[in-house]
Each structure stands twice: as C-alpha cells, then as structure tokens.
C-alpha cells in the first residue's frame, strides 16, 4: 500500500511540476489592465479557468492527500528500538584495579659494533 502510494505521489509530483511550468504568466495580460480588448470578457480580466488551472488543482488536491497518507502510515508503522528491545535486567560491574604494568625492559645484550 506504501509503495502505490509513493509511486502515485512521485507522478503527482512531477505532473503538477510540468503543469505549472506550462501556464502563461499573469504578465502576459498586462495589455488588459490598460483597456485592451480582453477586459471586457465575460469572466473578467482574468478569463475562464483554463484546463491547466483545473489540473493545477486537480494536481495540488492529489499531492496534499497522498502526503497525508503517506504521513499517517509512516506514523502507524511499528517502530523497532535498541532501547525498547534491551534486556529488563542489565548487571553493570565495576571494573576490577588495573594490573600493574610490567616493569621489564628489554635491554640489548651487547652493544652495536661499528664497522
């Protein structure tokens, strides 16, 4: 079920990328601010909703419930720990005293000879 729903979040995600990328800008009907003929339209200014606004909302609508979804099921995933799998009773030792250290050297039997 995870991995659909990555898989369809990951289309969504670069579908709504390509659909906003292909809209016009709002500086293009700068013409109609001024008394261009596009100002007296039926539906404003703006126009009608085109098809790639409807996809943008389509798109945002999909993303935003497969993040939910993704977001509840990775928070109902049951979770492993160190800390949670650790035995109830854990016997901690002091350590013993270190051992001396070793006094022996090791010192050369005879001295190197020049040659």
Request: net charge negative; aromatic share 0%.
């Given at each position: 079920m995870t991995v659909l729903l990555?898989?369809?979040h990951v289309i969504v995600c670069v579908a709504l990328i390509m659909i906003v990328l292909l809209q016009t800008g709002k500086g293009a009907d700068i013409g109609a601010a001024f008394g261009g003929g596009a100002s007296n339209t039926l539906f404003g200014?703006?126009?009608a909703s085109t098809f790639l606004s409807k996809a943008t909302t389509v798109a945002a609508v999909v993303f935003m419930l497969t993040s939910l979804s993704l977001a509840y099921l990775t928070s109902q995933r049951p979770s492993s720990s160190v800390?949670?799998?650790a035995p109830a009773a854990v016997e901690t030792k002091a350590p013993?005293?270190?051992p001396a250290p070793a006094a022996t050297e090791s010192k050369p039997d005879a001295p190197a000879k020049s040659q």
């Open positions: 990555v898989i369809i200014t703006s126009g800390v949670t799998e013993d005293a270190a």
